[in-house]
């Protein structure tokens, strides 16, 4: 009996944030405008790229610039996948049914070929260090691109157009809900603290028992696999799978994210792409301009914060409840603690 | 093989590490038995790091075999070796500095973990009692190295001594059968250095671990090994008690011979010369 039980327990601990989640987002998306949706599902998108490239840039300290691609690839798979089920129903469900779950289906089959991908590129390439490892994947960025560009399957550069509009507010929101939860456990979890390790000192961690290569190409893939749910979110909002949405200036935009929020904070990538995405809304004249404006507030950014707004610290960590908290014995037991002893101040 | 009291926990059967023209160490033999605390000195640029580096897998050796509990290792990975039951420090402290000193132990027991990813995203029980697990443990080696109170500061923001007793509590929470301190004491006054010699020589007891000491301080050296290995320009020129070793006519000549090679900055045998 006691094992039905540790089994309920079990899949309500997983399940908790969806089964609080969902519903939220059902009610927020049945009052909401269809324009206040948009841009909503517009900055859940953006946050689920800025926390899993998070994964590996903060968490794991790899700096990886080709983003986009690995979202190229989940957002091709899941447009192919949807547009040959477009008018069948499978398993004989009602139409809505039926489109529901296939995009579904799609969403995860397009993660999972950009995990594929994240595990080809990562093998070989995650052996260079720093600049190396972002130039090597800025290319791979741009050869998913040239490869698209040429292949007739996949429509060339107009791209594949007429994908069917599934992505809505509970999809997105949803995505959210699993990219935190994945990073904020990864994260607090024995795995997560490996990354940090590597993060840290790679000599040290590997003579430390962990598994430097075997750690960074796991979380290339956790990070390419949410990046290809985004890709397939995005390709079923715009209604439209184009090489032009997955350029290295979309990488460039999630890395910016990324360090504006504070490398390592999930908190600070979510805070990041939220303020981004609708400051972005609310100046749309400026639109042209993004880059430039993207620069200009990383310049400011590294002079006067270098450390990104939240550092490495999460939202949480900053209230004076939760650093009286974690000074206990068993409080603060996943994030890093801030600290907290008068000794921390000393130098060395 | 299970390893009885007599059969070495660590062997090196003459390893020789050769960078292009440069023998940083050739044919070097070491033996250690569980419990041992074995002294490996010798004056700067003897090749005493790089041979903790072949023993690590931080290189592997050109020629000779490196032997962990009776198995060849050579070759192998660092994180390999380090789970085999061969644990370090190093010469200028690596430590997870913008961790917390809990999470630099508990790091060094991440490969006794046994739930995967999976169960870390899910929660499971066994991934709740593995973290409940690390986390004891990595406590038991922080109360154990004076650290305990510690825990939730930086490692960066600990006084230099403390760090370096931090990072021998990193290195035994991996559970190893040697432990290899790469200068334990460099940078330490003397009364932290006697506390230090205490330290070590408890830990041994404690473990029953093979201990490898590389230290440039001679009383500390000489006051806790049983036995010292010296080695010059990469070849052991000396082993044996320390009173036989500070006697070595080879040993004051390689410490105290060369005047024109900054003889003045050497250490200084037993505090005699």
Same mark, same amino acid.
């Given at each position: ?45 953006? !946050? ?24 190229? *690839? @989940? ?60 130039? *090597? ?21 107009? @791209? !594949? ?13 949803? @995505? ?37 290569? @075997? ?33 290295? *200036? ?8 990324? *360090? ?89 | ?15 020789? %590490?050769?960078?292009?023209?440069? /023998? ?20 700067? +640029? ?11 897998? %931080?290189?592997?050796?050109?020629? +000779? ?53 999976? =169960?870390?995203? %899910?929660?499971?029980? #066994?991934?709740?009692?593995?973290? =409940? ?37 990193? =290195?035994?929470?991996?559970?190893? /059968? ?19 010699? #205490?330290?070590?020589? /408890? ?30 320009? #990469? ?26 090679? #900054? ?9 005699? +010369?």
């Amino acid at each position: 009996m006691s094992l039905t039980l540790d089994a309920i327990r079990l899949g309500a601990r997983s399940t908790l944030p969806f089964l609080l989640g969902v519903p939220l987002l059902w009610l927020a998306s049945s009052h909401v405008s269809s324009f206040v949706e948009i841009i909503l599902i517009t900055a859940a998108i953006n !946050i689920v790229l800025a926390v899993s490239l998070n994964v590996v840039n903060g968490l794991t300290g790899q700096f990886s610039l080709g983003h986009a691609g690995f979202m190229a *690839v @989940g957002a091709y798979t899941s447009a192919k996948i949807t547009m040959a089920f477009r008018t069948t129903d499978i398993l004989a469900l009602p139409p809505t049914v039926s489109d529901q779950v296939v995009f579904l289906l799609a969403l995860a089959a397009g993660m999972a070929t950009a995990a594929v991908a994240g595990f080809l590129v990562g093998m070989p390439s995650l052996r260079l260090g720093g600049d190396y490892l972002a130039i *090597v994947t800025l290319g791979f960025n741009e050869i998913i691109r040239v490869i698209i560009e040429n292949t007739a399957f996949l429509g060339q550069a107009t @791209g !594949i157009a007429g994908v069917a509009r599934r992505t809505n507010l509970i999809w997105a929101g949803t @995505g959210v809900i699993a990219v935190v939860a994945m990073a904020r456990r990864l994260a607090g979890s024995t795995h997560g603290r490996a990354l940090l390790a590597i993060r840290e000192d790679e000599v040290a961690a590997e003579a430390m028992g962990v598994d430097t290569t @075997g750690y960074k190409v796991r979380a290339f893939m956790i990070s390419s696999a949410f990046a290809g749910l985004a890709g397939g979110l995005l390709v079923h909002l715009i209604q439209l799978c184009t090489p032009r949405s997955f350029t290295f *200036v979309k990488s460039i935009e999630v890395v910016t994210m990324v *360090v504006l929020g504070g490398l390592g904070s999930v908190t600070g990538s979510v805070a990041a792409a939220l303020v981004l995405t609708i400051s972005l809304e609310a100046l749309r004249e400026l639109q042209q301009y993004r880059m430039v404006m993207y620069s200009l507030l990383l310049i400011v950014l590294m002079l006067t914060r270098p450390s990104g707004i939240f550092g490495s610290r999460e939202l949480w960590d900053m209230m004076p409840l939760r650093r009286r908290r974690s000074a206990l014995p068993d409080g603060g037991a996943s994030a890093p603690s801030s600290p907290l002893d008068a000794n921390a101040d000393e130098e060395p | 093989m299970t390893s009885s009291a007599h059969s070495p926990v660590l062997e090196l059967r003459k390893v020789t %590490m050769q960078f292009g023209g440069l /023998k940083a160490l050739s044919d070097f033999d070491l033996a250690l038995a569980p419990g041992e605390l074995v002294g490996l000195i010798g004056p700067n +640029g003897a090749g005493k790091t790089t041979a903790f580096n072949a023993i690590t897998g %931080m290189y592997a050796p050109t020629q +000779g075999d490196v032997l962990v509990d009776g198995e060849r290792v050579n070759g192998r990975r660092p994180f390999q070796i380090c789970r085999r039951g061969v644990a370090r420090t190093f010469q200028n402290t690596r430590l997870f500095k913008e961790l917390s000193v809990l999470d630099n132990v508990r790091i060094a027991c991440h490969h006794s973990s046994e739930a995967g990813l999976f =169960a870390a995203f %899910m929660r499971t029980r #066994g991934f709740l009692d593995d973290e =409940a697990r690390i986390r004891k443990r990595a406590r038991e080696y922080l109360s154990i190295l004076g650290l305990l109170q510690h825990q939730d500061s930086l490692a960066r923001g600990l006084p230099y001594g403390e760090q370096r007793r931090l990072e021998i509590a990193r =290195a035994l929470a991996t559970g190893p /059968k040697v432990l290899c301190l790469d200068e334990p004491a460099a940078g330490m006054n003397a009364s932290e250095k006697v506390e230090l010699m #205490g330290l070590i020589r /408890k830990i041994r007891d404690d473990f029953r671990l093979a201990i490898l000491v590389i230290e440039h301080d001679m009383r500390l050296v000489m006051g806790v090994s049983e036995r010292l290995v010296v080695l010059d320009h #990469g070849v052991v020129i000396a082993r044996g008690t320390p009173d036989a070793v500070r006697r070595d006519p080879k040993v004051i000549e390689a410490y105290l011979g060369d005047p024109h090679a #900054g003889g003045g900055t050497r250490p200084a045998l037993g505090g005699r +010369g």
